[in-house]
């Protein structure tokens, strides 16, 4: 079972937009990952944020925890067509297992 | 240093054939996971092990998956007879930390098609 939904399915954009993701979750965690996987190739960790956490940066990355509301949203500033990828939260629901979500395939046109 | 290796990178077979994948995870990894992945869907975890302990197998299909990590270090998963619905990516994970999940590193993925 999967514990994360990913909102929207798929998005496109123009480069040099922003594309922000949501991910939804139903029991409390630990901590919630953002992961990137580019077609045909295993998936690459992005960016960790804990429960205590409410955002976090890495770059061009920006996320946020609310933990009130089980949601968290991931941001990508002045994308680049190498964002080009399919993009999971995965959830540490304290049983020390990451279960991710069916993920967001984002499209960046040139 | 050298990433999570998965071999094969694709596999065919028949149905009711056996398969078997390997992982070599990074070097000091004790925590290695096996997960699933099927067309357009997150992956799914099969096992996790501690070491050469397999702590969680509770989504393992056990009358036909089978996985050993012997002296905790690569780790083999095998199927066996194979079945239509099998065909997916099979990936590789380690983590330093097996307590509370931090980063995991993935392999490539081993690509099965049961035909």
């Known amino acids: 079972s999967q514990q994360g939904e990913e909102d929207p399915q798929a998005l496109s954009i123009q480069e040099g937009e922003n594309a922000t993701m949501n991910c939804s979750y139903k029991?409390?965690?630990?901590?919630l990952q953002w992961y990137r996987q580019n077609s045909g190739r295993g998936l690459v960790h992005l960016i960790l944020?804990?429960?205590?956490?409410r955002e976090k940066h890495s770059g061009r990355l920006r996320v946020t925890l609310d933990t009130s509301k089980k949601s968290s949203s991931l941001l990508i500033t002045a994308s680049r067509a190498a964002d080009t990828a399919s993009y999971f939260c995965?959830?540490?629901?304290?049983?020390?297992?990451?279960?991710f979500g069916a993920g967001t395939t984002v499209t960046v046109r040139a | 240093e050298a990433g999570v290796v998965q071999s094969p990178r694709y596999k065919i077979i028949e149905k009711k054939q056996p398969v078997a994948f390997w992982c070599n995870p990074i070097s000091g990894h004790n925590t290695l996971y096996w997960y699933r992945q099927n067309l357009g869907q997150g992956p799914e975890l099969l096992i996790r092990?501690?070491?050469?302990?397999?702590?969680?197998d509770s989504q393992l299909p056990k009358d036909r998956f089978s996985a050993e990590r012997l002296k905790g270090v690569d780790s083999t998963l095998k199927i066996q007879p194979a079945e239509l619905g099998d065909s997916a990516v099979y990936l590789c994970a380690s983590s330093e930390r097996g307590l509370n999940t931090g980063e995991l590193f993935f392999g490539e993925g081993s690509r099965l098609t049961v035909l």
């Open positions: 944020i804990r429960s205590n956490e």
């Open positions: 092990y501690e070491n050469e302990e397999a702590v969680d």
């Open positions: 995965a959830t540490d629901p304290n049983d020390y297992k990451l279960s």
């Open positions: 029991t409390s965690i630990n901590n």
